[in-house]
């Protein structure tokens, strides 16, 4: 009896099941519940502050403040390379840590201490936005948002009195906003002399700290003496405007500034051949220092002279005398066409004495490779002086924010003038009619100097100097600055037209010595031009 029961168990059991399983798929397809209403979609904008709290606990510093951006790429970055980068923080830290350490024991009567582990664990930092400020000066500031929930595990033994105590620190949480600036910016990789950081608010720091295994943060009032310890100490030596300062690159190398002036006397050529079929040629000369963008110096036309003496003067700006040497052409003047080279020669700054004129007799050369026999063909011969006055050790900037003052003008300057250095840095939405191929021409006292030209730009960079030496300060005087393209196409329709020019009053400069301002251009629509005046006086 006890089987068939069994049996007729199971079956029941089954068919129970089945009934249950179709009764079911039928009310849930046929049958809607009533109560149900559909959702609603509102934007994030009509929404309460409480219902906005729920949805996103911590809202992102870039989604609250439109002047930080957003750096997921950078959160990304990190978190691949993080397992490196623990490893090589870390090392660098044992290294910084290391002498310190040695020099601070012995004060307090301690053994030694050493790190037992010393890792950031798992959890790399968080970038919560970035704000990036533009300034006229050659530097680029940064000001990122920074989170860290981090897991490290930072164990340090320290011996003292034949005692060993373990200090372990853990959950560490560390939210701050550092301000960091790159500066100057040079055209050296990494394109930076200095990193300096600063913090614009005092940081959040929250740690664990075990002692024998013992958590001393759950001590009555030590947590709160602790944080605000670190808060002031911190606070105290790197809230901004102070800074720590991290050097990149060596000063010298980094950023060549102007060390000399070498003065340039081209007093004559002899014996020159002529390039012209009908008649003797007409020469001049171009002077340009390798490794050096400012426009090449000339001379003056010598109509129908194989023997010309022009007995000028030029001076050029040194910045390298072991590697830059003097390049010297010289050129047949052609009023239709390209100009003919006559022949060149090169002199290395490094074989000057300075402070001492040298007089060099010139062979002319076709090129300077010394194994081609066109060189040995006799092309006449240039005479030139040359003197090298270095600047004195004590008018020379020491550090990069002395790059900011004015220099002293060279020697030879006289009393009671100075030199008008004007640095043409780039220009900004300029844009013309026919063609926008722009460069700048500087008007002062009806003296006209022009930068190179750029092709089809509407943002060009120049970053080029002149110079122009004064017997008195141009308090009166007005700077013309125009930026100014030109067609690149051969034709007599529209060859060249204006894109906005700026009349800058001088007197600031001499009362100031150093102006450094982007001027809006009159008569172009959005177009500014980046001007660096300096008045230098002896």
């Known amino acids: 009896m006890g089987f068939f029961s069994t049996i007729l168990g199971f079956c029941g059991f089954g068919v129970g099941i089945s009934i249950g399983l179709v009764a079911g798929y039928f009310l849930f397809i046929y049958f809607q519940p009533t109560d149900v209403k559909d959702p609603e979609i509102r934007p994030l904008v009509e929404q309460d502050s409480e219902t906005l709290q729920r949805m996103l606990p911590e809202i992102p510093l870039w989604v609250k403040n439109p002047d930080y951006d957003r750096i997921d790429w950078l959160n990304m970055f990190i978190q691949y390379m993080w397992p490196n980068l623990d490893k090589a923080i870390c090392k660098t830290a044992k290294n910084i840590a290391k002498p310190i350490i040695a020099e601070q024991i012995p004060k307090y009567k301690i053994e030694s201490v050493e790190f037992e ?40 033994a320290v011996k003292a009195f034949g ?14 906003s550092p301000r960091i600036t790159l500066k100057p910016l040079v055209p050296t990789f990494p394109c930076f002399a200095n990193i300096y950081v600063s913090l614009m608010d005092k940081p959040h720091v929250d740690f664990g700290l075990k002692l024998f295994g013992a958590d001393l943060m759950s001590i009555p009032g030590l947590y709160r003496f602790v944080q605000e310890l670190i808060k002031d100490q911190v606070a105290n ?38 390039k012209d079929l009908l008649g003797a040629s007409d020469p001049y ?28 003067e030029f001076n050029v700006v040194v910045k390298d005398p072991q590697s830059q040497a003097l390049e010297i052409h010289v050129y047949d003047w052609e009023q239709v066409g390209k100009h003919d080279k006559m022949g060149m020669n090169v002199v290395p700054l490094k074989e000057l004495t300075p402070d001492e004129t040298k007089v060099l007799t010139l062979d002319l050369l076709k090129n300077m490779d010394l194994n081609d026999a066109q060189n040995e063909k006799s092309r006449g011969q240039l005479v030139v002086e040359l003197t ?74 120049w970053e080029e100097e002149f110079t ?46 150093r102006i450094n301002e982007k001027y809006h251009l009159i008569d172009s629509k959005n177009g500014r031009v980046q001007i660096e005046l300096q008045w230098r006086t002896s």
């Open 388 to 461: 090298y006055k270095p600047f004195k050790e004590e008018d020379l900037p020491k550090s990069f924010e002395d790059t900011k003052t004015v220099q002293k003008a060279p020697d030879g300057t006289p009393a009671g003038g100075g030199v008008l250095v004007v640095m043409v840095h780039e220009a900004q939405d300029v844009e013309g009619k026919h063609h926008t191929n722009p460069f700048v021409r500087i008007i002062f006292r009806g003296e006209e100097k022009k930068t190179k030209h750029v092709k089809k730009n509407r943002d060009p960079r």
């Open 468 to 513: 122009f030496m004064l017997d008195e300060p141009p308090t009166n005087d007005k700077l013309h600055v125009e930026v100014v393209s030109t067609s690149s196409r051969m034709g007599l329709l529209h060859p060249k037209e204006s894109l906005g020019y700026i009349d800058i009053n001088l007197s600031d400069v001499v009362s100031n010595k």
């Open 117 to 156: 582990a010393l890792t950031l664990g798992s959890l790399p930092p968080t970038f919560q936005g970035m704000k990036v400020y533009v300034t006229d000066e050659k530097e680029l500031i940064m000001e990122p948002c920074i989170k860290w929930a981090g897991n490290p595990n930072v164990t340090v």
């Open 237 to 274: 030596m790197y809230l901004w405007p102070k800074t720590l300062e991290v050097p990149i690159l060596d000063p010298s190398k980094a950023f060549k500034r102007p060390v000399g002036i070498l003065h340039v006397k081209v007093v004559r050529a002899m014996k020159l051949k002529k």
């Open 285 to 312: 000369v171009k002077l340009k220092l390798t490794e050096d963008k400012l426009p090449s110096k000339k001379t003056t036309v010598k109509h129908k002279n194989l023997n010309p003496e022009w007995n000028e």
């Open 163 to 176: 005692l060993k105590a373990t200090v372990q620190v853990v959950d560490l949480q560390v939210f701050a």
